[in-house]
Structure formats: C-alpha cells, structure tokens
C-alpha cells in the first residue's frame, strides 16, 4: 500500500492524498461504507460502486468470523470474491464488538473470551487469531486487536487499557511478520491508538505506534459517549504528532459535522454505520440539514427526495412516497434511505476535496456546518 500526500490546506490541517492498494486506488479524505456481514445493509454492489461511488468498504472481522464462518471465506477465496466488490475492503479488528458485549466477555492478557451473540457458543480473540482471521478475509487494509476504552473510564483504567493494547499491537505485528497473504497480494496492518480522554495518554500511544512505521495510523475509542469538543481534542492531539506521508483513519465516525471537522484537523478516513442506521429509521442527511422522513409535514410533498441529491434514488422518488414505505416498514424505504445517506456522505467527503484544492475549504466547512445542524 502507498499514500501520496496531493496538497494540504493554507488554513486548517485538512488534506487531500490518495492510497494505492492491490484492488484500486483511494482518494482522500474518504468515508468508507460499512458492510457488517460482508455487505452493505440493503445496499447492491453494482449502486455502491456506480451510484454511490463507494472507493473502499468495511468487513467485521467478528461478525465474519461467526458467521459464515472463516472456511466458507476462504473456500470462496476471500471476502472481495464472496461477496462481489472488486474494490478495496478494509475489516476491524472485531475489538470494538468483543468489548461492547459487557458480561458475556472476559478480558485476560491473553485475549478476549466471548459469548456468541448468535447461539451463545464460547469463543476466544487472541492478537495472534485476529491476524489469522484477517488473512484469512483477506481485506487490504487490516486493524491490530485492541480493547476499546469506555469513553468515561478514569485515568486509571484508561493508562492499564492503554499498556494492554500496546502488548498486544506487538504481539499483532510479530504474527502480521511471520505470516503471508492467502490470495496473491499485500496486506497492510494499521495500529490503532487509544488512551480514551486523556491528551498525556493518546500522546503516549501516538509515540508507541510510530514505531512500527506502518502503511497508515488509526485513532479510535472516540464517538463513545464523550463530548464532541473532547473528541475533536484528541483527534488534534493525534494528528499532530502522526507523520505526515501516512493516512490517518478516525473509527466509527460520524455525524457529518463531525467528519467536516475531523477533515480539518489531519483525518483522511471514516467509517460509520449512521448513514444506513439513521436511513432505516428515516432520517435522511441532506446538504441544507437533517430530515426526518416520518414527521407528517412530508405526507403531500410530492418532490424528489432531495433536489440537490447525487443518487438516483433523489430524483425518482419523492419525500411522500419514501414517507408512506418508511411509516409502512417497507424494505424498499430503507434501501432507498440508506442509499441517499451513503450517496450524501461520499459527496461531502469528495467536496471538501475539491474545497481544499480549491484552497477555500474552511469558509466552505464553516457554511456547511451551519446548514448540516439544521432540522428541516
């Protein structure tokens, strides 16, 4: 994998670059897709690529791993040949889904043992089975097994968190080294930086994980509760001591503003499930502000979805219509949802883009983040 460092912005941190793996190239900043079970919920390969024009999506390494199951994966030849996209897939490390199960998990120096949350059956995550199952996906972009830190942990908990996942990120790339791609192309391991609230802390992982030069940097244990302005802190604090000529992937964020701010200050990759989560329960992210489908006022707006919308599904359909399937739980309502909000979110990312080439991103930022915080 290589990233290449196009322009940063005058004004602000933000930045435009592109990376170049095995299935195609990126640019960035970009928000990536989130596909649990291998595929975007509701969602065809053939829109994500042409209509939403998705550049990467996500796997769930634990979600995979119960089912289908890693022999079905493999027998397939990987998760890109299982389920269609031809294009760059990056998979968590499934840490964030083993930590949210609360009682039905028990953490040891060794790894995590879980309970499935399908049939109860016990399982174990160990920072050596996590690269494994990782090869075995075969995503390009792959993340270190890491305890994500509740975001109101004590400064306590949070340095014995912190020091568990700096022994295991080094336990993650001594198997990551010894071992080998299963289908004939690299894989790159991104650490993962933690330290929850704390600047003394996320300073000291930033200069823990630089010390594996790896192809890119990820920040998580944010958007967990925290107030926004904490978030934004620490993700500066991050930025500014990561190196320049590597990507910088914030995990499971956000609302739009929030990537709008997060691209200002250094971040060139996001996930989150919002757009298909919020979108099944009609609330639509439009570019003058937040809709929410099911509020009666929609019942005789014959209009399209959203004049200014990039997908198809904006003009074919209009907000009484997409009212009366949301209302009605009809399946077709969430597909066409979650198709708007995903296309919405990569017109966002590539427009701040061509703001910052443009050289004009933090007026533009500004207007946006007025527009995108209203309720219409």
Not at 85 to 112: C, H, M, N, Y
Not at 120 to 138: A, K, L, W
């Amino acid at each position: 994998m290589k990233f290449e460092l196009i322009t940063s912005s005058r004004e602000s941190r933000a930045r435009v670059g592109t990376i170049s793996t095995a299935h195609g190239q990126i640019t960035t900043p970009i928000f990536m897709p989130v596909g649990t079970a291998g595929s975007v919920k509701g969602i065809h390969v053939k829109d994500l690529k042409q209509d939403i024009k998705a550049q990467i999506i996500l796997g769930n390494t634990y979600h995979l791993y119960l089912r289908p199951g890693i022999k079905v994966i493999e027998k397939a030849g990987g998760l890109h040949k299982f389920n269609g996209w031809k294009g760059p897939i990056l998979t968590d490390s499934g840490g964030f889904q083993v930590f949210s199960l609360g009682d039905i998990r028990k953490l040891s120096e060794e790894g995590a043992k879980f309970q499935s949350h399908i049939d109860g059956s016990y399982h174990m995550f160990t920072p050596e089975n996590v690269m494994d199952i990782q090869r075995s996906i075969g995503a390009d972009i792959i993340m270190a097994f890491d305890e994500c830190t509740p975001g109101d942990a004590d400064f306590s908990y949070s340095k014995k968190s912190l020091e568990l996942t700096q022994r295991w990120l080094e336990r993650c790339f001594n198997q990551f080294n010894t071992t080998s791609p299963k289908y004939g192309y690299e894989q790159s391991l991104f650490p993962i930086i933690q330290g929850a609230s704390f600047p003394e802390l996320r300073k000291i992982a930033v200069k823990d994980v630089i010390n594996y030069n790896a192809d890119g940097y990820a920040i998580g244990g944010l958007s967990v509760g925290e107030p926004e302005e904490v978030m934004y802190e620490m993700v500066e604090i991050a930025t500014s001591d990561l190196p320049e000529n590597k990507p910088r992937y914030l995990m499971g964020v956000g609302t739009p503003v929030n990537i709008l701010e997060a691209i200002d200050r250094g971040i060139d990759m996001f996930d989150c499930v919002m757009p298909t989560r919020n979108g099944r329960n009609g609330m639509l992210f439009t570019s003058e502000g937040i809709i929410n489908i099911k509020n009666a006022k929609w019942q005789n707006d014959h209009s399209p979805v959203d004049i200014n919308g990039t997908s198809y599904v904006d003009q074919d359909y209009s907000k009484a219509f997409l009212r009366h399937l949301i209302i009605s739980n009809e399946m077709l309502g969430s597909q066409i949802a979650s198709q708007h909000n995903l296309a919405f979110y990569l017109w966002l990312v590539d427009e701040a883009k061509n703001q910052i080439l443009e050289n004009n991103f933090k007026t533009w930022k500004e207007d946006m983040v007025k527009k995108l915080s209203q309720r219409l």
